[in-house]
């Protein structure tokens, strides 16, 4: 029976996958370095971040001398290029849904807290989130550690959820392995940070590519 949804935030329910490519692309550029394609992205990017500029043959070296430099041109060019991003498709139907079905959702997420409630504000779903669990601060700390599945976890311990009440989506293999590690199910959704391939090979419970498909898993799973 599942009594809370999990939800990222970054390519899950805000559609943001191109405008952060275009973010990082900026950033790379900054440091000397060639822009890579969506395929590229979705390919290498992972959390926390130093996993993606592995991926992308940094060396510890160049990472130490151009870290601020990769991290302040993205953040300032991510916030210009998101203040009108849009939800993902399906995501207003599918809080709806659960806000009608008394099913609790929370957003778990590498992004910063006063962000995500700004952006629930501006796309007016603040009152389908239950509560945001994120980083309080400058969003940083993605960049050395996973935080965010414990943070989860501390949540379902503090609201008396079982591990199999719970439903965790998200668009990148992280939440995926989240799920798994705490032994909640699992949705994954293509389209966004991660390729296809990746999110196959992870094996959640479940893939799919609009976010209203969810309400026929918790039907199905709640039966
Ligand atoms: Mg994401």
């Known amino acids: 029976m599942i009594k809370l949804v999990a939800f990222d935030w970054n390519g899950t329910l805000l559609s943001d996958t191109q405008i952060t490519l275009k973010a990082e692309n900026i950033s790379l550029k900054a440091i000397g370095v060639k822009p890579i394609s969506l395929k590229k992205f979705q390919k290498t990017f992972d959390i926390p971040v130093t996993r993606y500029w592995d991926n992308l043959g940094f060396s510890k070296s160049f990472v130490k001398t151009h870290i601020d430099a990769i991290e ?3 953040h300032s060019q991510y916030k210009i290029l998101a203040a009108r991003a849009r939800t993902r498709s399906g995501v207003r139907e599918t809080l709806e849904w659960l806000v009608a079905k008394n099913i609790a959702r929370v957003i778990f997420s590498n992004h910063d807290i006063p962000d995500i409630k700004r952006h629930l ?7 389908c989130i239950t509560d945001v669990l994120a980083n309080p601060g400058d969003g940083r700390l993605q960049i ?5 599945g414990q943070k989860l976890e501390n949540y379902r311990k503090q ?5 199999k009440e719970i439903l ?8 995926i392995e989240i799920g798994k590690e705490y032994g909640y199910h ?14 196959k090979a992870a094996k959640s419970d479940f893939l799919i590519h609009n976010l209203k498909d969810l309400i026929g898993i918790i039907k199905k799973l709640n039966k």
């Open 72 to 74: 302040n041109t993205f």
């Open 121 to 127: 504000a501006r796309l007016k779903i603040e009152k």
């Open 144 to 148: 050395f550690n996973r935080h965010k």
């Open 159 to 163: 609201n008396n959820f079982k591990s």
């Open 168 to 175: 965790c989506v998200g668009d990148m293999c992280e939440e």
């Open 186 to 199: 699992t949705v994954a959704i293509t389209g966004g940070f991660n390729s296809t391939a990746r999110l």
